[in-house]
């Protein structure tokens, strides 16, 4: 019996390890941002913790030195905050790159298997009608050659 091959094979291989490749890239990408979003919400919560501090300053017994001191490490930690929001932005941006290129990458694929799926098709198409001559060649004889 006929084998089936489909020519694109090695292509839909290739497409099939990128495709592999891309669902990493993609793990990747999403794992650094989740990580970045959670350094944005410590820096949050680190901000926070200063402001209540201030409060606490400015309620008790005034020290201009611990209310400067608290004043400027709420500055740097905005500072901070809006460099890590920037890096968080920068961070969604590859993760939106990647899965753009995974959905690219999943279209291909797909697109060579229904090729192969066509081409599976019309192989049992070509081998059904293969079968049919042979049975039909084999009847037409068998008829024939009884009458003889």
């Given at each position: 019996?006929?084998?089936?091959?489909?020519?694109?094979?090695?292509?839909?291989?290739?497409?099939?390890?990128?495709?592999?490749?891309?669902?990493?890239?993609?793990?990747?990408?999403?794992?650094?941002?989740?990580?970045e979003e959670a350094?944005?919400?410590?820096?949050?919560?680190?901000?926070?913790?200063?402001?209540?501090?201030?409060?606490?300053?400015?309620?008790?017994?005034?020290?201009?030195?611990?209310?400067?001191?608290?004043?400027?490490?709420?500055?740097?930690?905005?500072?901070?905050?809006?460099?890590?929001?920037?890096?968080?932005?920068?961070?969604?941006?590859?993760?939106?790159?990647?899965?753009?290129?995974?959905?690219?990458?999943?279209?291909?694929?797909k697109t060579f298997?229904?090729?192969?799926?066509?081409?599976?098709?019309?192989?049992?198409?070509?081998?059904?009608?293969?079968?049919?001559?042979?049975?039909?060649?084999?009847?037409?004889?068998?008829?024939?050659?009884?009458?003889?």
């Open positions: 019996m006929a084998k089936f091959i489909f020519k694109l094979q090695s292509i839909l291989d290739i497409k099939l390890k990128l495709e592999s490749q891309a669902k990493i890239a993609y793990g990747q990408a999403n794992a650094k941002l989740r990580k350094a944005l919400q410590m820096l949050i919560t680190q901000r926070s913790m200063y402001e209540k501090r201030a409060v606490e300053l400015v309620k008790g017994a005034i020290s201009v030195r611990d209310i400067r001191e608290n004043k400027q490490s709420i500055d740097i930690m905005k500072t901070r905050i809006r460099a890590q929001m920037m890096v968080v932005h920068a961070a969604e941006k590859q993760v939106e790159a990647a899965r753009a290129k995974l959905n690219e990458i999943m279209i291909e694929r298997e229904k090729l192969r799926e066509r081409a599976f098709e019309e192989f049992k198409q070509e081998v059904a009608y293969e079968e049919n001559q042979a049975v039909n060649e084999l009847v037409s004889y068998t008829y024939h050659g009884g009458n003889t």
